[in-house]
C-alpha cells in the first residue's frame, strides 16, 4: 500500500475509523510513518497525537481498543480508511462515536420503517392506523398475515408479473416486520442468527 505521507509538511495523513460491522464512522483521527507502522504490526489502531505530539495507541489507558479488521487508501493516497471493531466506547467522552451518535446497526430504510412500525405499536395516537389496528387484533392475526402474504410471494414467483411479485414480497416483508415487533424482535436479532450460521 502506498501512502503519501510527504504530501503534508507535517507528514501526516488524516485517518477516518469505520466500524466494520455498523459502518458507522467512529472517528477522525491522524497518522505518521511510524503511527502507521505500528498499527499494522501491532492490528491496533494508533494515531499521530497533535496534542502530545507523540504516538498514541487509543485505548492505550481506557481499554477502548481499535482492532483493526482491514486498511484502503484513497485515490490520491493522502487518506486512510480503517475499518475496525471497536472495544468499548470510541470517544474520550465515554460516546460510541466522536459525533455523540449511537453505534447501532441501520438498514437504511427499513431500520425507519422499523421505527415507524415500534411507534404505531406504543404510541396510543395511532389508534387508527392499519398497523396499530394489527396489533390490537393480536398475534395470531399477525401471524396469519405473513402466512397469506407468503402464500401470494409463491404464487407470484410462478407467474410472469413481475411488478406483482415485487408488492407482494413488499408486503412479505412489512408483515413480517410486524410480525417482528410483536415477537419483541428487530432485523438485527435475525442478522445475529444468520452470522452465526456462517461457515
Known sequence: MKIDFNKNTDGLVPVIIQDSETKNVLMLGYMNEPAYAKTVETQKVTFFSRSKQ????????????????DIKVDCDNDTLLIQASPEGPTCHKGSDTCWNESNEHSYGFLSQLEATIKDRKEN????????????????????????EEAVEVVIEAKDTNDQLFLDESADLLFHYLILLQAKGYSLSDVESVLKSRQK
Open 54 to 69: 507523540r504516538l498514541w495507541t487509543k485505548g492505550e489507558e481506557s481499554k477502548n481498543f481499535l482492532n483493526v479488521i
Open 124 to 147: 396510543k395516537k395511532n389508534e387508527d392506523s392499519y398497523v396499530a389496528s394489527l396489533f390490537r387484533k393480536g398475534m395470531n392475526k399477525i401471524a396469519q398475515k405473513v402466512g
